[in-house]
T-cell receptor
Framework: NAGVTQTPKFQVLKTGQSMTLQCAQD?????MYWYRQDPGMGLRLIYYSASEGTTDKGEVPNGYNVSRLNKREFSLRLESAAPSQTSVYFC???????????FGQGTRLTVV | AQSVAQPEDQVNVAEGNPLTVKCTYS??????LFWYVQYPNRGLQFLLK??????LVKGSYGFEAEFNKSQTSFHLKKPSALVSDSALYFC???????????????FGKGTKLSVIP
């Protein structure tokens, strides 16, 4: 059971480049999330998708876009990367309601 | 808006001693509360949750947490710490009755636990 799978695991971008982070879950969860983790800041929600076909902004959405491609997949796109977007990005999924979140292993992104 | 506070950036405890990692929360409705652990260069792993019922919740690896509604706290505890418990611990909250926002899981900034041999 793979759980939540993120690709890539590591990425270095130049300022202004674009890229898409991929996330897929095999637990038939309805809700999916993208977080970024920065030292001393904890995890901050970028975007989430409560169910297939819906997406909503979280705490720090600026500079990002998302696509809920189907129930399994939720991608995060950086259209024009900036050094401030250097971070570790985590995808997570939950059942609707009371379920705990399951996390991927993270993508370490460096923007130079 | 919902929020979580973890007042200690770091907690040091001797191996074999009891440990406590503190968490307080703020929600407009009733809370769902969670604890997660993160080992270096890994994702977050679920430890335990409080939804309703008994205020003392038992979870993985011998951890437990006590929900205190009057103090809006959900402190993580373990009777006897192990060196292998050294990691980063996150408390998280979800508001049961905030509509679309109830899907949002808000995390604290994390507490680094160091268990000293």
């Amino acid at each position: 059971n793979a759980g939540v799978t993120q690709t890539p695991k590591f990425q270095v971008l130049k300022t202004g480049q674009s890229m898409t982070l991929q996330c897929a879950q095999d637990m038939n969860h309805n809700s999916m999330y993208w977080y970024r983790q920065d030292p001393g800041m904890g995890l901050r929600l970028i975007y989430y998708s409560a169910s297939e076909g819906t997406t909503d902004k979280g705490e720090v959405p600026n500079g990002y876009n998302v696509s809920r491609l189907n129930k399994r997949e939720f991608s995060l796109r950086l259209e024009s990367a900036a050094p401030s977007q250097t971070s570790v990005y985590f995808c997570a999924s939950t059942r609707q309601g009371v379920g705990e979140a399951f996390f991927g292993q993270g993508t370490r992104l460096t923007v130079v | 808006a919902q929020s979580v506070a973890q007042p200690e950036d770091q907690v040091n405890v001797a191996e074999g001693n009891p440990l406590t990692v503190k968490c307080t929360y703020s929600v407009s409705g009733n809370p769902y509360l969670f604890w997660y652990v993160q080992y270096p260069n890994r994702g977050l792993q679920f430890l335990l949750k409080y939804i309703t019922g008994d205020n003392l919740v038992k979870g993985s690896y011998g951890f437990e947490a006590e929900f205190n509604k009057s103090q809006t706290s959900f402190h993580l505890k373990k009777p006897s710490a192990l060196v292998s418990d050294s990691a980063l611990y996150f408390c998280a909250v979800r508001d049961m009755y905030s509509g679309a926002g109830s899907y949002q899981l808000t995390f604290g900034k994390g507490t680094k636990l160091s268990v000293i041999p």
